[in-house]
Nanobody, 121 residues
Framework: QVRVVESGGGLVEPGGSLRLSCTAS????????MAWYRQGTGIKRERVAV???????DYSDSVKGRFTISRNSAKNTVYLQMNSLRPEDTDVYYC???????????????WGQGTQVTVSS
């Protein structure tokens, strides 16, 4: 199986910065993409940032210019550098790894447990 673990959340004042980390481990053949989501108030999680196998990145409009996603492919790890944080960025942030396993064929989604980010003075 594939395990996804996030870290780096915490409490920060408005205008501050945090860096989240996410590592996928286990029986991985290939990672197609890794992404960060946050729960928000709706039923569907909001995708904050994504980075593909080819290194293409994309961001939601709400974080563009403030957040940066990067990766260490050798470690199956992705980072989310969050700058100029706002109270409305407060949320639980989840990491998603889209990965295939040896002999498994198609890729599946693997989620982490989430890490809390709180922006407050």
């Amino acid at each position: 199986q594939v395990r996804v673990v996030e870290s780096g959340g915490g409490l920060v004042e408005p205008g501050g910065s945090l860096r989240l980390s996410c590592t996928a481990s286990g029986n991985i053949f290939e990672i197609d993409a890794m992404a960060w989501y946050r729960q928000g108030t709706g039923i569907k999680r909001e995708r904050v940032a994504v980075i593909t196998y080819g290194g293409v990145t994309d961001y939601s409009d709400s974080v563009k210019g403030r957040f940066t996603i990067s990766r260490n492919s050798a470690k199956n790890t992705v980072y989310l550098q969050m700058n100029s944080l706002r109270p409305e960025d407060t949320d639980v942030y989840y990491c998603l790894a889209v990965a295939s396993t040896p002999g498994g064929g198609k890729s599946d989604d693997y989620w982490g447990q989430g890490t809390q980010v709180t922006v407050s003075s």
